[in-house]
């Protein structure tokens, strides 16, 4: 069973361009989320999606920023207009179902250098 | 609002025993997980306590007292390769994980 994927593993941009981060969850996986580590920093926790809504995007900034998780498909992350202060690490973890204690599952990551 | 509190960084000497502290508060809990995070690396699971008491898993033991808003990671035996940032996270009433910002461990020879 193969775990998080997620890809690209590093992206450089340059300001003002676009970023698009991919995730595929664990098979049989149908809740995604969306983190953002800065260095030395702890995980913050931006977007909880399920396949074609969004569940809670309230640690997700208002502008430039957005998800999906489309019916088919990887969840995307998608950042418009990169600026330098979005350079990090971006986590996708996967969880089976929201009424479940069960354990996320983390990608390898993506870390987005802004240049 | 919800909080999570680790200290930032501990040291340790290979073979010793440490103890990483997670107080909380939340609203709602169901349940608490300590994780692994190398650096560079992704997070990965170690622990998850929801009844209060001790889990022990090998060198790595979990507790919890939930009256107290509390937690622990108890390392035996350390190893140089222990050396990571131990993240914990509380599992809210909406099935939400709260994290902490990490403790990040330093193991001596």
């Known amino acids: 069973n193969a775990g998080v994927m997620q890809n690209p593993r590093h992206l450089v941009r340059r300001r003002g361009q676009e970023a698009r981060l991919r995730c595929s969850p664990m098979?049989?996986?149908?809740?995604v989320y969306w983190y953002r580590q800065l260095p030395e920093e702890g995980l913050k926790f931006m977007v909880y999606?399920?396949?074609?809504?969004?569940?809670?995007e309230s640690g997700m900034p208002k502008e430039r920023f957005s998800a999906e998780f489309p019916k088919e498909g990887p969840s995307i992350l998608r950042i418009q207009q990169v600026v330098r202060g979005d350079s990090a690490a971006y986590f996708c973890?996967?969880?089976?179902?929201?009424?479940?204690?069960?354990?996320?599952?983390f990608g390898p990551g993506t870390r987005l250098l802004v240049l | 609002g919800q909080n999570i509190d680790q200290p930032t960084e501990m040291t340790a000497t290979e073979g010793a025993i440490v103890q990483i502290n997670c107080t909380y508060q939340?609203?709602?809990?169901?349940?608490l997980f300590w994780y692994q995070q190398h650096a560079g690396e992704a997070p990965t699971f170690l622990s998850y306590?929801?009844l209060d008491g001790l889990e022990e898993k090998g060198r790595f033991s979990s507790f919890l007292s939930r009256s107290k808003g509390y937690s622990y990671l108890l390392l035996k035996e350390l190893q140089m390769k222990d050396s990571a940032s131990y993240l914990c996270?509380?599992?809210?009433?909406?099935?939400?994980?709260?994290w902490g910002a990490g403790t990040k461990l330093i193991i001596k020879p």
């Open positions: 098979k049989g996986h149908s809740h």
């Open positions: 973890a996967s969880s089976p179902r929201l009424d479940s204690q069960e354990t996320q599952y």
């Open positions: 306590n929801v």
């Open positions: 939340t609203s709602g809990f169901n349940g």
């Open positions: 996270a509380v599992m809210d009433s909406n099935y939400q994980l709260i």
């Open positions: 999606l399920q396949k074609e809504n969004i569940i809670d």
